[in-house]
Protein backbone atom coordinates (compact mmCIF):
# COMPACT_ATOMS: atom_id res chain seq x y z
CA UNK A 1 0.00 0.00 0.00
CA UNK A 2 1.48 3.47 -1.10
CA UNK A 3 1.67 6.07 1.94
CA UNK A 4 2.95 9.45 1.66
CA UNK A 5 3.58 11.15 5.18
CA UNK A 6 4.56 14.69 5.34
CA UNK A 7 5.97 15.92 8.63
CA UNK A 8 8.12 19.40 10.45
CA UNK A 9 5.43 21.70 10.29
CA UNK A 10 4.73 24.34 12.68
CA UNK A 11 4.49 27.99 13.35
CA UNK A 12 7.61 30.15 12.74
CA UNK A 13 8.48 33.72 12.09
CA UNK A 14 8.44 36.06 9.62
CA UNK A 15 11.95 35.61 7.80
CA UNK A 16 12.19 31.99 9.10
CA UNK A 17 13.30 28.87 7.98
CA UNK A 18 11.58 25.30 8.14
CA UNK A 19 12.08 21.80 6.51
CA UNK A 20 9.40 19.73 5.80
CA UNK A 21 9.77 16.43 4.95
CA UNK A 22 7.78 13.30 3.33
CA UNK A 23 8.63 9.80 4.05
CA UNK A 24 7.21 7.45 1.35
CA UNK A 25 6.67 3.66 1.30
CA UNK A 26 4.77 1.03 -0.64
CA UNK A 27 6.78 2.10 -3.94
CA UNK A 28 10.17 2.60 -5.15
CA UNK A 29 10.45 5.78 -4.31
CA UNK A 30 13.79 6.53 -6.66
CA UNK A 31 11.80 5.38 -9.48
CA UNK A 32 8.79 8.70 -9.37
CA UNK A 33 8.94 12.61 -9.33
CA UNK A 34 7.57 13.76 -6.28
CA UNK A 35 6.09 17.26 -6.01
CA UNK A 36 4.85 19.83 -3.47
CA UNK A 37 1.48 21.56 -3.64
CA UNK A 38 0.38 23.74 -0.91
CA UNK A 39 -3.62 24.73 0.76
CA UNK A 40 -4.01 28.51 2.41
CA UNK A 41 -6.49 27.84 5.00
CA UNK A 42 -10.08 27.86 3.11
CA UNK A 43 -8.42 28.35 -0.22
CA UNK A 44 -7.52 26.79 -3.51
CA UNK A 45 -4.44 24.09 -4.58
CA UNK A 46 -1.16 25.76 -5.40
CA UNK A 47 2.08 23.67 -6.93
CA UNK A 48 4.75 24.08 -5.33
CA UNK A 49 7.32 22.51 -6.39
CA UNK A 50 8.86 19.38 -8.55
CA UNK A 51 12.02 17.54 -8.44
CA UNK A 52 13.20 14.31 -10.70
CA UNK A 53 12.86 10.65 -9.99
CA UNK A 54 16.87 10.91 -9.65
CA UNK A 55 17.35 14.16 -8.21
CA UNK A 56 19.17 16.17 -10.77
CA UNK A 57 16.13 18.29 -11.82
CA UNK A 58 13.83 20.56 -10.28
CA UNK A 59 11.03 23.36 -10.91
CA UNK A 60 9.39 26.23 -8.96
CA UNK A 61 6.58 28.30 -8.89
CA UNK A 62 7.89 31.73 -9.27
CA UNK A 63 6.10 32.45 -5.33
CA UNK A 64 8.77 29.98 -4.23
CA UNK A 65 11.50 30.44 -6.37
CA UNK A 66 15.39 31.22 -4.94
CA UNK A 67 13.76 30.81 -1.49
CA UNK A 68 12.35 26.92 -0.99
CA UNK A 69 14.35 24.30 -2.15
CA UNK A 70 13.28 20.62 -3.19
CA UNK A 71 15.52 17.73 -2.34
CA UNK A 72 15.08 13.57 -2.05
CA UNK A 73 17.15 10.98 -0.09
CA UNK A 74 16.62 7.67 -1.95
CA UNK A 75 18.22 5.93 0.89
CA UNK A 76 15.34 6.95 3.73
CA UNK A 77 12.35 7.00 0.77
CA UNK A 78 11.94 10.82 1.91
CA UNK A 79 11.37 14.05 0.08
CA UNK A 80 12.61 17.41 1.62
CA UNK A 81 11.18 20.93 1.34
CA UNK A 82 13.64 23.49 2.79
CA UNK A 83 12.14 27.07 3.06
CA UNK A 84 13.65 29.81 4.09
CA UNK A 85 12.40 33.89 4.12
CA UNK A 86 9.41 32.55 5.07
CA UNK A 87 6.77 35.20 4.28
CA UNK A 88 2.66 35.20 6.05
CA UNK A 89 1.89 34.18 3.09
CA UNK A 90 3.41 31.02 3.06
CA UNK A 91 0.79 29.87 5.17
CA UNK A 92 -0.68 26.63 4.02
CA UNK A 93 -0.86 22.67 4.51
CA UNK A 94 1.70 21.56 2.69
CA UNK A 95 0.83 18.46 0.51
CA UNK A 96 3.81 15.70 -1.35
CA UNK A 97 2.05 13.97 -3.92
CA UNK A 98 3.99 11.48 -6.29
CA UNK A 99 4.04 11.72 -10.19
CA UNK A 100 1.88 9.23 -11.49
CA UNK A 101 4.16 7.83 -14.05
CA UNK A 102 7.73 6.48 -12.99
CA UNK A 103 10.77 7.17 -14.29
CA UNK A 104 10.09 10.48 -16.36
CA UNK A 105 11.93 12.80 -17.42
CA UNK A 106 10.40 16.04 -15.89
CA UNK A 107 10.82 18.75 -18.32
CA UNK A 108 8.21 17.82 -20.47
CA UNK A 109 4.49 17.40 -19.94
CA UNK A 110 2.72 14.97 -17.44
CA UNK A 111 -0.52 13.12 -16.51
CA UNK A 112 -1.46 13.91 -12.65
CA UNK A 113 -0.26 12.95 -9.24
CA UNK A 114 -1.65 9.85 -7.96
CA UNK A 115 -0.91 9.49 -4.48
CA UNK A 116 -0.87 11.98 -1.52
CA UNK A 117 -0.01 12.76 1.78
CA UNK A 118 -2.23 14.11 4.66
CA UNK A 119 -0.49 17.20 4.79
CA UNK A 120 1.66 19.27 7.64
CA UNK A 121 0.54 22.67 8.37
CA UNK A 122 3.27 25.22 8.47
CA UNK A 123 2.08 28.78 9.94
CA UNK A 124 3.88 31.87 9.57
CA UNK A 125 3.22 34.51 12.08
CA UNK A 126 4.47 36.73 14.38
CA UNK B 1 1.19 31.15 -16.89
CA UNK B 2 -1.78 28.88 -17.95
CA UNK B 3 -4.56 29.94 -16.34
CA UNK B 4 -7.66 27.35 -15.75
CA UNK B 5 -11.01 28.93 -15.01
CA UNK B 6 -13.85 26.15 -13.52
CA UNK B 7 -17.60 27.34 -14.30
CA UNK B 8 -19.46 26.73 -11.87
CA UNK B 9 -17.54 27.80 -8.52
CA UNK B 10 -20.34 26.85 -6.80
CA UNK B 11 -22.77 24.05 -7.80
CA UNK B 12 -26.28 22.83 -5.73
CA UNK B 13 -27.36 19.29 -6.57
CA UNK B 14 -29.73 16.49 -5.20
CA UNK B 15 -28.61 12.82 -4.98
CA UNK B 16 -29.26 11.18 -8.47
CA UNK B 17 -28.78 14.68 -10.49
CA UNK B 18 -26.43 14.56 -13.17
CA UNK B 19 -24.31 17.36 -13.15
CA UNK B 20 -21.10 18.70 -15.51
CA UNK B 21 -18.21 20.94 -14.27
CA UNK B 22 -16.67 22.97 -16.87
CA UNK B 23 -12.73 23.62 -17.19
CA UNK B 24 -11.14 26.04 -19.34
CA UNK B 25 -7.16 26.90 -20.45
CA UNK B 26 -5.85 30.50 -21.30
CA UNK B 27 -3.98 28.46 -24.19
CA UNK B 28 -3.86 24.98 -25.21
CA UNK B 29 -2.63 21.89 -23.26
CA UNK B 30 -3.70 18.93 -25.53
CA UNK B 31 -5.20 16.27 -22.93
CA UNK B 32 -2.71 16.97 -20.24
CA UNK B 33 -5.28 17.67 -17.78
CA UNK B 34 -6.31 16.13 -14.46
CA UNK B 35 -9.35 16.13 -12.41
CA UNK B 36 -9.22 15.81 -8.14
CA UNK B 37 -11.33 15.61 -5.54
CA UNK B 38 -11.33 16.86 -2.32
CA UNK B 39 -13.68 16.20 0.85
CA UNK B 40 -13.38 18.60 3.52
CA UNK B 41 -10.23 18.37 5.55
CA UNK B 42 -8.52 15.82 3.60
CA UNK B 43 -6.11 15.52 1.11
CA UNK B 44 -6.97 15.44 -2.77
CA UNK B 45 -7.72 12.18 -4.95
CA UNK B 46 -7.15 11.70 -8.16
CA UNK B 47 -10.14 11.30 -10.45
CA UNK B 48 -9.21 11.43 -14.09
CA UNK B 49 -6.02 11.76 -15.83
CA UNK B 50 -4.82 12.53 -19.64
CA UNK B 51 -8.49 14.48 -19.79
CA UNK B 52 -11.00 11.52 -20.08
CA UNK B 53 -8.85 8.55 -17.79
CA UNK B 54 -10.34 7.12 -15.11
CA UNK B 55 -8.32 6.04 -12.72
CA UNK B 56 -8.16 3.07 -10.97
CA UNK B 57 -10.40 2.33 -8.41
CA UNK B 58 -13.09 5.34 -9.37
CA UNK B 59 -16.52 5.07 -10.06
CA UNK B 60 -17.45 4.90 -13.72
CA UNK B 61 -20.30 7.53 -12.94
CA UNK B 62 -17.19 9.80 -12.92
CA UNK B 63 -16.04 10.74 -16.73
CA UNK B 64 -13.90 13.13 -18.32
CA UNK B 65 -13.71 15.09 -21.76
CA UNK B 66 -12.25 17.86 -23.93
CA UNK B 67 -8.78 18.68 -25.45
CA UNK B 68 -7.15 21.85 -25.62
CA UNK B 69 -8.37 24.91 -24.22
CA UNK B 70 -12.51 23.42 -22.99
CA UNK B 71 -12.67 20.29 -20.83
CA UNK B 72 -15.77 18.58 -19.05
CA UNK B 73 -15.72 16.79 -15.46
CA UNK B 74 -19.55 15.04 -15.47
CA UNK B 75 -20.78 13.05 -12.37
CA UNK B 76 -23.96 11.08 -13.79
CA UNK B 77 -25.96 10.10 -11.12
CA UNK B 78 -24.77 11.91 -7.58
CA UNK B 79 -24.12 9.61 -4.27
CA UNK B 80 -23.83 11.23 -0.71
CA UNK B 81 -20.16 10.78 -1.09
CA UNK B 82 -19.66 12.99 -4.15
CA UNK B 83 -20.69 16.17 -2.56
CA UNK B 84 -16.90 17.75 -2.27
CA UNK B 85 -14.93 19.96 -4.17
CA UNK B 86 -13.21 19.89 -7.30
CA UNK B 87 -10.37 21.20 -9.25
CA UNK B 88 -8.53 20.88 -12.21
CA UNK B 89 -4.82 21.21 -13.23
CA UNK B 90 -2.61 21.39 -16.23
CA UNK B 91 0.44 19.21 -16.48
CA UNK B 92 1.58 20.64 -19.82
CA UNK B 93 3.66 23.90 -18.95
CA UNK B 94 5.12 24.75 -15.46
CA UNK B 95 4.09 26.00 -12.99
CA UNK B 96 1.19 23.42 -12.99
CA UNK B 97 -1.26 25.47 -12.49
CA UNK B 98 -4.98 24.31 -10.69
CA UNK B 99 -8.35 25.43 -11.35
CA UNK B 100 -9.88 27.65 -8.60
CA UNK B 101 -12.41 24.90 -7.35
CA UNK B 102 -15.79 23.84 -7.84
CA UNK B 103 -17.84 23.48 -4.26
CA UNK B 104 -20.68 20.69 -5.30
CA UNK B 105 -23.06 20.92 -2.26
CA UNK B 106 -26.00 18.89 -1.28
CA UNK B 107 -29.60 20.81 -2.43
Known amino acids: QIQLVESGGGVVQPGGSLRLSCTASGFPFSSYGMHWVRQAPGKGLEWVAI????????YYADSVKGRFTVSRDSSKSTLYLQMSSLRTNDTALYYC???????????????????WGPGTLVSVSS | DIQLTQSPSFLSASVGDRVTITCRAS??????LAWYQQESGKAPKLLIYAASTLQSGVPSRFSGGGSGTEFTLTISSLQPEDFATYYC?????????FGQGTKLEIK
Open chain 1, 97 to 115: ARDIVSSRRIEGPEWGFDD
Open chain 1, 51 to 58: ISYDGSKE
Open chain 2, 89 to 97: QQLYSYPRT
Open chain 2, 27 to 32: QGISSY
